[in-house]
């Protein structure tokens, strides 16, 4: 409960698949994901909600990128920074796949 006292910086590291491959032969945003949306939508999403557990945060920031962009799979990362003395970061790693 200590950690809830104040506000804790975290990182997050995001992959995901590509929902089509046209992007790849035009080149151009609209046929992608645009990662700059996939950012203000967190931005927005962070701000509105906290989370008392890193498990919590990934699995919101995955459901979120599947349902909103489409993505057909994703795997987030969230890591706690100078948590533990010695331990630069502790976090988790979670996939999850849109279901079909």
Request: hydrophobic content about 45%; charged content about 25%; glycine content about 4%.
């Amino acid at each position: 409960e200590w950690e809830r006292m104040k506000p804790q910086t975290v990182v997050l590291d995001i992959e995901l698949a590509m929902p089509h491959s046209r992007s790849c032969q035009t080149d151009a945003i609209e046929d992608t994901i645009d990662y700059g949306q996939i950012v203000n939508r967190l931005r927005q999403q962070l701000s509105e909600k906290s989370f008392h557990l890193v498990e919590a945060l990934a699995e919101n920031v995955a459901q979120m990128i599947i349902d909103e962009f489409g993505a057909p799979w994703v795997k987030v990362r969230v890591a706690k920074l100078g948590v533990i003395t010695g331990v630069s970061r502790l976090g988790v790693v979670i996939e999850r796949s849109a279901k079909t």
